[in-house]
Nanobody, 117 residues
Framework: QVQLVESGGGLVQAGGSLRLSCAVS????????MGWYRQAPGGKRELVAGMSNLGSTNYADSVKGRFTISRDNAKNIVYLQMDSLKPEDTAVYYC???????????WGQGTQVTVSS
C-alpha cells in the first residue's frame, strides 16, 4: 500500500518560515519524481515545486527564491523549505509522487499552511 504522509504545516506570520515533510512508503522512492502542490480556497491545485529522481528541480514563479525542495533517498522523505512566507502562500499543501516505473500518481492527504499578515 502506497502512503504519503505530510507534516509540518501550521500558522505563521508573514516573513516567517516553515518546513514541510512528506514520508513515502510502498514505492521505490528513488524511482519517483516528487512534487509539492497547493490549493487555496476556491482555487485550482497548482504545482509549487518539483524534483526529479535525478535531482533536477523546478519551481512556480511565485515561489522562486523563497522555497526549496529537497529529498533524502535514504529516508524516503521529501521536504519543502518555505522562507519569506506571504499571506498569498496560504493553502493546503499536497505531496505528490509520480512513480516512473508504472507511471502512477500518488497523493498525500494535505497539510494546511496559513500565513497571517
Amino acid at each position: 500500500q502506497v502512503q504519503l504522509v505530510e507534516s509540518g504545516g501550521g500558522l505563521v506570520q508573514a516573513g516567517g518560515s516553515l518546513r514541510l515533510s512528506c514520508a513515502v512508503s510502498g514505492i521505490t522512492f528513488r524511482f519517483s519524481r516528487m512534487g509539492w502542490y497547493r490549493q487555496a480556497p476556491g482555487g485550482k491545485r497548482e504545482l509549487v515545486a518539483g524534483m526529479s529522481n535525478l535531482g533536477s528541480t523546478n519551481y512556480a514563479d511565485s515561489v522562486k527564491g523563497r522555497f526549496t525542495i529537497s529529498r533524502d533517498n535514504a529516508k524516503n522523505i521529501v521536504y519543502l523549505q518555505m522562507d519569506s512566507l506571504k499571506p498569498e502562500d496560504t493553502a493546503v499543501y499536497y505531496c505528490n509522487a509520480y512513480f516512473i516505473l508504472n507511471k502512477s500518481d500518488y497523493w498525500g492527504q494535505g497539510t494546511q499552511v496559513t500565513v497571517s499578515s
